[in-house]
């Protein structure tokens, strides 16, 4: 890894006598405690990371919070917050290393092909002047014309997981597509993580090339990368993080595409 590389997508969680985990959660997780993640981290050879709220804990970012706190040179997260939060509570959100807020759109209840805007656009207004972005959990293919819907958003995008589409849909896919000019447009933002969570297929995932192909030459200045650690709710093998890593040097062959995606990318959107 370059030096300054960043992992811009892993969770903490627990313990969970100490930070109980919400009713509403759809799984619970094993302790996926800070000090584990920093010894990843250091074997793995990265310095920086975004800690991302997981869905366990709904809008409490105590345990989020926390674990930013033992680090906040190296560290920056993406927390969940309730629509009506005040100002005075983003501001503080913010002093402590916040920088992205993430939405959940896969459980809104709003129809494949829809968006909450009116909300979303709401949200996305108050979080403008810290200068934040709103990352989507989303199914993109369910999203055809997913560059029309966010024509004119107040603050850039996030989409996880290569925009969380299965592999078998192909290139072609009018979601996919329609990523590729929200991305090319510079108002939105790819990471490359959870290529389990969208191939059925085992390490080194090579239906997913393809797709981290088409985006980094789409806009290789709006890709990040992330381990997704500590791999929640994997329905089949656990991948070693150390495999991970190692797929992108098929991802993005060019070094000085690597570190757009591991360095300079990452210090942009979140600040470092």
């Known amino acids: 890894m370059p030096g300054l590389a960043c992992d811009t997508h892993a969770h903490v969680c627990g313990p969970e006598a ?67 939060i005040r100002n005075a509570e983003l501001e503080r959100l913010h002093s402590l290393g916040v920088r992205g807020i993430r939405c959940n759109i896969v459980d809104v209840k709003e129809g494949k092909g829809r968006l909450p805007m009116e909300m979303l656009t709401a949200l996305a207004k108050k979080v403008r002047p810290f200068g934040w972005h709103l990352e989507f959990l989303m199914h993109v293919d369910e999203f055809p014309d997913l560059d029309r819907l966010l024509d004119g958003f107040p603050v850039d995008v996030v989409f996880g997981h290569l925009g969380y589409m299965k592999a078998a849909l192909g290139l072609e896919a009018p979601g996919f597509k329609a990523l590729l000019r929200l991305v090319k447009s510079g108002r939105a933002w790819v990471k490359l993580t959870g290529p389990y969570r969208i191939s059925p297929g085992p390490l080194p995932y090579p239906d997913i090339a393809a797709f981290a192909h088409a985006l980094v030459d ?17 329905k089949g093998a656990m991948p070693n993080d150390g495999d991970l890593c190692d797929i992108l040097l098929e991802w993005v062959p060019n070094e000085a595409a690597r570190t757009k995606v591991l360095v300079e990318n990452p210090a942009r959107l979140y600040g470092f």
Request: charged residues 20%; without cysteine; proline residues 12%.
């Open 218 to 234: 789409a806009a290789p200045e709006r890709i990040v990368w992330g381990t997704d650690w500590p791999h929640v709710m994997l």
């Open 18 to 84: 100490r930070y109980p985990y919400s009713p509403a959660r759809i799984y619970t997780p094993p302790d996926a405690l800070p000090a584990q993640y920093r010894h990843l981290l250091n074997t793995l050879g990265v310095q920086r990371a975004v800690l991302v709220q997981p869905s366990v804990y709904g809008s409490d970012n105590r345990a989020l919070l926390d674990a930013l706190a033992s680090d906040p040179v190296n560290q920056r997260a993406v927390a969940v917050v309730e629509p009506d």
